[in-house]
C-alpha cells in the first residue's frame, strides 16, 4: 500500500496554527505519513517543522503569481492538501485549481474587519468554505460560520495544544516581588497589544480596582501596535497597571497570580485559557466565541465590553479565597476532559482516509 502524501499550508500563521501544524506534522509521520508543510521562511526557523521529519518549503504570504505558482509546484502529487486558517485556504483553493486533490481547510480563528474589508472579508471566507471538501472548526461558532458561508461538510474539531510545563513556585515570592506586586492581589493577562484582546475594556475595569485595598496590580504580557495609547492611558489616569512586554515565562507567570483575565472580543480556543485552567489559577474571561465550551463550570464569565461586569467579578473573586480555590481546584479537571495532541491527529487522519478512500487509494499507517 502506498504512503499518504499531505502537504500543510499556512499562510501569515498564528501563534496557535504554527504550533498546531508543527504538532500535526510530528504525529502524521511517527504514523507512517508523508508530510510537506507549506510556510514563510520565517516561520520554519520559528517552529522547526523540518525537525518533526517533514519536508518544508518556504512559500511567502501572497497571492501573487509567483507565490502561487510555487505552492501549486509543491503540492504536485498530494493526496490530501490540508490550509490553515483563511488565507491560506484562498491560497491553496487558487494552487489546486483544475486539479482533483481534496482541500481540507481548519478554521482556527475568526477575523474582524468593517466597511469595504468586511465585504472583502465575507467573499474570502465563502471561497474558502466552497472550496474544502471538509471544514474543521476549532469551536462550534467556527463551525456554524463555516456552513452558514456554504460550507459542503464542516466538523467541529477542536484543536489540542501541547500541555505547559507546570512550573514549580517561585522561591519566596521573588518573581511577584519583580512585578511589584508584594503584599498586593496580582491580576495577569497575556496577548498581543491589539485591539481584539479587549485591553480598553480591561483598563477601565483596572480604574474600578483602585477603589480596593489592597489596591491590586494588572500585569499584561505582549507586544502590539496599541503599547503606546495604552501606555498613555495608564500614566494619564494612574491606573494600577503594568506593561511588561513580551515573556517567555508566561507559565511561570500565571502559576504566580492570583486571578488570570481574558477581556478578548473573540476567542476559539485560548491558550491563554488553557495554560491557566491546567495550571490551576482562576479565570475571568469573557463569554465568547468557543470560550464557554471550553471552560465549563471552571472559570468566571463576563460579557465583552462590559467593564462593569468584569471589575465586579473580579472584585468578588479577590475578596473571596474559597471562591478562587474552587476555580483553581476546577480548572485542572476540566482540562483532562479537553482533546489531546493524539486525539487530534487521530481525528485528521481519518478525515484523510475518508476523502483518499473513494478515490480507490487504500492507505496502512
Not at 54 to 59: L, Q, S, W
Request: aromatic share 4%; net charge positive; hydrophobic share 45%.
Amino acid at each position: 500500500m502506498s504512503q499518504l502524501r499531505t502537504v500543510q499550508v499556512l499562510g501569515g500563521g498564528s501563534a496557535g496554527s504554527s504550533a498546531h501544524v508543527g504538532s500535526l506534522a510530528a504525529g502524521l509521520v511517527a504514523r507512517g505519513v508523508q508530510v510537506t508543510v507549506c510556510a514563510p521562511a520565517a516561520l520554519d526557523r520559528v517552529y522547526e517543522f523540518s525537525a518533526t521529519g517533514a519536508g518544508f518549503v518556504p512559500v511567502p504570504r501572497r497571492s501573487d503569481p509567483a507565490a502561487v505558482g510555487a505552492l501549486r509546484a509543491a503540492c504536485a502529487g498530494a493526496d490530501v492538501v490540508h490550509a490553515h486558517g483563511l488565507h491560506a485556504a484562498v491560497r491553496a483553493a487558487l494552487a489546486l485549481g483544475g486539479r482533483r486533490v481534496p482541500l481540507v481547510v481548519t478554521w482556527h480563528t475568526r477575523a474582524h474587519a468593517e466597511g469595504a474589508r468586511r465585504r472583502l472579508l465575507h467573499l474570502l471566507e465563502r471561497r474558502a468554505a466552497r472550496a474544502a471538501s471538509v471544514v474543521l472548526g476549532a469551536s462550534s461558532d467556527l463551525v456554524d460560520r463555516a456552513r452558514r458561508r456554504g460550507a459542503r461538510d464542516a466538523r467541529l474539531a477542536p484543536v489540542a495544544s501541547p500541555a505547559p510545563r507546570v512550573p514549580a513556585p517561585a522561591p519566596d515570592g521573588k518573581l511577584r516581588a519583580e512585578l511589584g506586586a508584594v503584599e498586593r492581589p496580582l491580576i495577569m493577562a497575556v496577548g498581543s497589544l491589539v485591539p481584539q484582546y479587549g485591553y480598553g475594556t480591561l483598563l477601565d475595569a483596572a480604574r474600578a480596582w483602585r477603589r480596593l485595598d489592597p489596591v491590586p496590580l494588572l500585569v499584561i504580557a505582549g507586544e502590539g501596535r496599541e503599547r503606546a495609547a495604552l501606555r498613555r492611558r495608564i500614566k494619564a489616569e494612574d491606573l494600577p497597571v503594568s506593561l511588561i512586554g513580551t515573556r517567555t515565562d508566561i507559565a511561570e507567570l500565571l502559576a504566580v497570580a492570583d486571578l488570570v483575565v481574558l477581556s478578548s472580543r473573540w476567542e476559539a480556543r485560548s491558550v491563554l485559557a488553557q495554560e491557566a485552567l491546567r495550571i490551576g489559577v482562576p479565570l475571568v474571561a469573557t463569554a465568547v466565541g468557543g470560550i464557554p465550551e471550553l471552560v465549563g463550570e471552571a472559570a468566571e464569565l463576563v460579557p465583552y465590553g462590559n467593564a462593569e461586569a468584569l471589575a465586579r467579578t473580579v472584585s468578588r473573586l479577590l475578596g473571596d479565597p474559597a471562591a478562587r480555590e474552587r476555580l483553581a481546584a476546577a480548572g485542572p479537571r476540566q482540562a483532562a476532559s479537553w482533546p489531546t495532541e493524539d486525539d487530534t491527529i487521530a481525528q485528521v487522519l481519518s478525515v484523510y482516509d475518508e476523502l483518499v478512500q473513494p478515490l480507490g487509494t487504500a492507505r496502512s499507517h
